[in-house]
């Protein structure tokens, strides 16, 4: 059974920073197209960024320069550095997996809160 668990999550003051993590288990985050998402009460789910197997990287506009994914392959784990954090970066972080070759989503985690006070 495929697990993706969501760690580093917290409560920050603004221009402060957070390093999530999402260790996997059954998927291999290497072959895998993952990503991390994140959802503020009230609002949809809002696509953060995404890494390819090929290390490709897609940001959204409003976390580019600020925010950094990576895969630690030996761990098989996938991160989320995030710097300079403002109070609208607060919501439920989730990382998510799927198939290599389909940019989709098919496994998600359980999500971190990260909460950011101005």
């Known amino acids: 059974q495929v697990q993706l668990v969501e760690s580093g999550g917290g409560s920050v003051q603004a221009g402060g920073s957070l390093k999530l993590s999402c260790a996997a288990s059954v998927v291999t985050i290497s072959n895998s197209y993952m990503g991390w998402f994140r959802q503020a009460p009230g609002k949809e789910r809002e696509e953060v960024a995404t890494i390819d197997v090929f290390g490709s990287t897609v940001y959204a506009d409003s976390v580019k320069g600020r925010f950094t994914i990576s895969k630690e392959n030996g761990k098989n784990t996938l991160c989320l550095q995030m710097n300079s954090l403002k109070p609208e970066d607060t919501a439920m972080y989730y990382c998510?997996?799927?198939?290599?070759?389909?940019?989709?989503?098919?496994?998600w985690g359980q999500g971190t809160q990260v909460t950011v006070s101005s």
């Open positions: 998510a997996a799927g198939p290599w070759n389909f940019r989709r989503f098919d496994y």
